[in-house]
C-alpha cells in the first residue's frame, strides 16, 4: 500500500499510503518522544535532513528543524528560488544530486506532483511538509491532539470541517478513512475538497462516514472536534477579497460552537486570520487547543523522521 509514487520505501507523501497500525505506531512514538522533554536519545547523530521550501513556514519549518536537532542530526534548509531549479534544472537531476549528500528530504511546494517527481527519482526518503493537495505531517500531530483531549480510540468521535475543501481537508478525509471516525465537513459550493480524494475515500468506505454540506450548523452538530483553516491558502492571495465575502457565514464563532457538543474542541493547523475564519473570542477561549496541536508538530516529526529513516 505504501509509497505510491516513491523509489525510496520509507517515504511519507500522503495519509493514504498508510495502513492504519503504521499511522498509530507514528502517533506511538510521537506520545513517547512527547514524555521525554529532554532527550538523551540521539539517533539522528551523523544525519542530515535537507528541507527544500518553496513557500513561507513557521511551524513546519522550525518543528522539523527542532525536531532533527534534539535527535542529534543536522539541517540543510532550501529556499526553492536559491536552488538551481529556480533556474530550471530539472526535479529528477535535483533529487539524484541530493540524494548523494543527505539522508532524508522534507517538500514544502505547490504541485503534489512535484513531491512525487523528487520522490520518484530519490534514493532518500521524501516527506510531504505541505503541498496544494495534502499536509499529512500537519494531520498526524491535529489526531494526536484530538487523542490528547478525547482517547487514543477516535472511533466514535464525530469530527467537522468548516471552511475551505483545502489540501487540509483532504488530508482529513483520508485520516478518516483509517481511523475509522466520523468527518462532517461544511464548504461552501465550488471550494468541496478534491473531487479524486473524495472518490477515493466513499470507495473504501462501507457505510457512509464521511458527509459533505453546504452547512455549516449541520456540519458541526453534536460534534466533538471542530476544525478550519485559512480561507485563502498560500498561492490564492489574489482570491483573499472574493473569499472573505463568499466564506463569511463558515467564520467559527461562538453562535456556531453552541450547535456542537458541550465539551467539543477546536482545532486550527495555523496562521489564524482572527474574525476570517474563526473569532478572537474562539482561538484565544478556553476550547481551543491550538498551541498544544502546534508543539504536538514537533513530537509527530520526531516520530516520522526515526521512520522514514529507520533509525
Ligand atoms: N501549520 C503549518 O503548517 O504552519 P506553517 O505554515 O507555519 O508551517
Ligand atoms: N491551507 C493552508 C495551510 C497552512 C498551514 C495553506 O496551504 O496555506
Not at 532533527?68 to 534544472?89: C, H, K, P, T, W
Request: glycine share 6%.
Amino acid at each position: 500500500m505504501q509509497n505510491t509514487f516513491s523509489k525510496h520505501s520509507r517515504s511519507f507523501l500522503r495519509i493514504a499510503d498508510f495502513e492504519t497500525e503504521v499511522l498509530n505506531s507514528l502517533l506511538d512514538r510521537a506520545f513517547y518522544w512527547k514524555n521525554q522533554p529532554r532527550p538523551h536519545e540521539t539517533p539522528a547523530r551523523g544525519k542530515v535532513l535537507g528541507m527544500l521550501f518553496e513557500k513561507p513556514s513557521t511551524r513546519t519549518r522550525i518543528s522539523f528543524e527542532a525536531a532533527m536537532y534534539q535527535l542529534g542530526g543536522n539541517v540543510s534548509f532550501m529556499a526553492g528560488r536559491d536552488l538551481q531549479i529556480g533556474r530550471g534544472e530539472p526535479l529528477k537531476d535535483t533529487a539524484r544530486v541530493l540524494s548523494r549528500y543527505i539522508d532524508c528530504l522534507a517538500v514544502r511546494t505547490y504541485g503534489q506532483s512535484v513531491v512525487e517527481e523528487l520522490a520518484a527519482w530519490a534514493d532518500i526518503p521524501v516527506i510531504n511538509a505541505l503541498s496544494d493537495l495534502y499536509h499529512p505531517c500537519q494531520i498526524l500531530s491535529d489526531i494526536m491532539t484530538v487523542m490528547e483531549h478525547k482517547g487514543r480510540d477516535v472511533k466514535e468521535l464525530t469530527i467537522a470541517w468548516v471552511g475551505d475543501g483545502n489540501n487540509m481537508a483532504n488530508s482529513w478525509i483520508e485520516l478518516a478513512v483509517r481511523m475509522g471516525f466520523r468527518l462532517q465537513l461544511a464548504c461552501p459550493s465550488g471550494y468541496e475538497p478534491d473531487s479524486k480524494v473524495m472518490g477515493w475515500a466513499l470507495g473504501q468506505l462501507k457505510g457512509s462516514r464521511i458527509v459533505i454540506t453546504h452547512d455549516p450548523m449541520e456540519a458541526v452538530k453534536g460534534a466533538d472536534v471542530i476544525n478550519t483553516d485559512v480561507w485563502a491558502s498560500m498561492g490564492q492571495e489574489a482570491e483573499a477579497e472574493k473569499r472573505k465575502t463568499l466564506f463569511a457565514p463558515y467564520q467559527i464563532n461562538e453562535r456556531l460552537l453552541s450547535n456542537a457538543a458541550s465539551n467539543a474542541i477546536v482545532l486550527h493547523c495555523l496562521p489564524a486570520h482572527r474574525e476570517e475564519e474563526i473569532t478572537e473570542e474562539v482561538l484565544e477561549g478556553p476550547r481551543s487547543v491550538v498551541w498544544e496541536q502546534a508543539e504536538n508538530k514537533m513530537h509527530v516529526h520526531k516520530a516520522i523522521l526515526e521512520w522514514a529513516m529507520g533509525i
